[in-house]
């Protein structure tokens, strides 16, 4: 990204504008990414030839009259990278030649979580302009103005097109996208949103509210009303199911199985896991926990391909690994930070990998293949790049070496740990300024405040979504 010159009136307005920007990284050894030994590196060597170009987003300078940028002031572009202090009256520009598509999208009441739903315009679409569906809870200031909101976005046309024969993309290039809602009363601030990734028939929605309850909801008549104009449901559905097991204790980790239809994870600060059943008649919920960890339960996973386990992180500093026949005592336990543990990620295509983020910033990547019992597991790649607590993690859903990670640095990293160092460089780029940018780092996108969750798209490959207090961003880089 650039920098660029801005008056006072962009400057008051820049918390409400997303803005975007790129990065530099800190990591582990060569030797110990090595150990991990299951990537395959597509792009061979020619990824780390090109990788300070990808890296991303350089950033412009302009005129304060917003003119056309001269020959004079193309000379005067600089990067940026994160943590270098703006100059007074510099505010971050995307570049967005570094961005297949890019945009912001603002909403009344900022939302803590969301999820991305499935939808029925097919996989592994690539064509422009894209739509994307996502249901989202609100965090208002009144606690009765929440809402848990299904989104449509549509019209999200290419942000570059480097085919000017392409009359389909270069038509909409840079046009606005547009967002339509539909929404229904929620009682309390959503800490969490997460949606049963089975979704034939039904789109059922779980939420975690700041009342200490858990409730499910069917959004499909939501989701209807979005493509079928004039339609709107009533604001007033009651959940299908509430969830009182936590008595009052709120919380933020939850996660439904991919395997078991209905079956649903939740964790109180209390400490406490408690399981959902989908029955014939509707839901049961245990009122027995699986006990273990001794501070808040800050996220849940479900194993990818085996239905009876699970894994927790916590503010106890600790990730366990848990067997759902088993509420008394968990199957592993891995002290995976001196700081709060806050969020973990399965990796969908290489089930054996784990990832856990803390408030250090530091973000660890554990193979369960290497945990026994007589040794304390051991991470098998640790990065250091984000420099507040970490907010997000998700590995992309068909790379299985792509990972993101989102912090209160206000950065979203994109990585490659396919990627392996060049020892002859010393393993990573020094800028100029003296930041040390590791091989494994692929993009840094910016221009939010108070980044909360990403998610991939599954259905738009290489497309992310994110949240924050400014609002949400979808967008597509040029190295994923």
């Known amino acids: 990204m650039s920098k660029r010159q801005a008056d006072n009136d962009e400057l008051r307005d820049s918390s409400k504008a997303a803005t975007f920007s790129s990065g530099e990284t800190s990591h582990r050894t060569g030797a110990e990414i090595d150990e991990m030994g299951e990537f395959e590196d597509a792009f061979e060597d020619e ?3 090109d990788m300070a170009e990808e890296i991303v987003n350089d950033q412009s300078t302009e005129d304060n009259d917003d003119m056309e940028v001269d020959e004079k002031e193309e000379k005067d572009l600089e990067v940026y990278l994160p943590g270098k202090a703006l100059g007074k009256d510099e505010v971050l520009e995307a570049d967005q030649s570094v961005y297949e598509m890019l945009h912001k999208l603002n909403v009344e009441w900022p939302c803590l979580s969301f999820d991305v739903l499935q939808d029925r315009l097919g996989d592994e679409r690539k064509t422009y302009p894209a739509t994307a569906y996502v249901v989202a809870g609100t965090s208002a200031p009144n606690a009765r103005d929440n809402e848990l909101i299904v989104m449509k976005m549509s019209q999200l046309h290419k942000t570059q097109n480097d085919d000017e024969s392409d009359d389909e993309d270069a038509d909409g290039v840079d046009d606005d996208a547009i967002l339509e809602s539909r929404s229904l009363r929620h009682n309390g601030g959503v800490n969490r949103v997460r949606v049963m990734p089975q979704q034939n028939e039904k789109n059922i929605a779980a939420t975690w509210s700041d009342t200490g309850k858990v409730h499910i909801y069917d959004v499909t008549p ?13 604001k007033f559905q009651r959940p299908l199911f509430t969830v009182d097991s936590h008595m009052g204790n709120e919380g933020f980790a939850m996660d439904w199985s991919v395997l078991d239809t209905g079956r649903l994870l939740t964790g109180d600060i209390a400490s406490n896991i408690y399981l959902t059943n989908q ?4 839901y049961k919920a245990d009122m027995m926990p699986f006990k273990g960890h001794t501070s808040s339960v800050e996220d849940l996973q479900w194993s990818p391909t085996e239905r009876n386990v699970f894994a927790s992180c916590s503010a106890d500093q600790t990730v366990k690994i848990w067997d759902t026949r088993n509420k008394k005592k968990h199957a592993v336990s891995i002290q995976a930070s001196s700081t709060d543990v806050n969020v973990i990620t399965w990796n969908k295509k290489a089930s054996y990998l784990l990832a856990s983020g803390g408030d250090d910033g530091i973000f660890n990547v554990w193979d369960l293949r290497t945990f026994t019992s007589s040794k304390a597991p051991s991470p098998v790649a640790t ?3 984000h420099n507040a ?41 020094i800028t100029e300024d003296g930041v040390e940018i590791p091989p494994q780092l692929l993009f840094v996108h910016q221009g939010q405040a108070e980044i909360k969750e990403i998610h991939w798209h599954k259905q738009i490959p290489g497309c992310m979504i994110s949240t924050a207090g400014t609002g949400f961003n979808i967008f597509k880089t040029i190295s994923v």
Do not use: C, M, N, R
Request: aromatic share 8%; charged share 20%; net charge negative.
């Open 47 to 49: 990824i780390e030839e």
């Open 222 to 234: 939501y989701i209807t009303s979005l493509d079928t104009p004039g339609t709107q449901p009533s």
């Open 279 to 282: 029955t014939q008649s509707g």
């Open 383 to 385: 990065f250091k790049w």
């Open 389 to 429: 607590p970490i907010t997000s993690i998700e590995w992309h859903p068909t790379e299985e070496s792509i990972i993101g990670v989102a912090g209160a640095d206000d950065q979203i990293s994109i990585w490659d740990l396919s990627v392996e160092p060049d020892t002859e460089e010393g393993g990573q780029q």
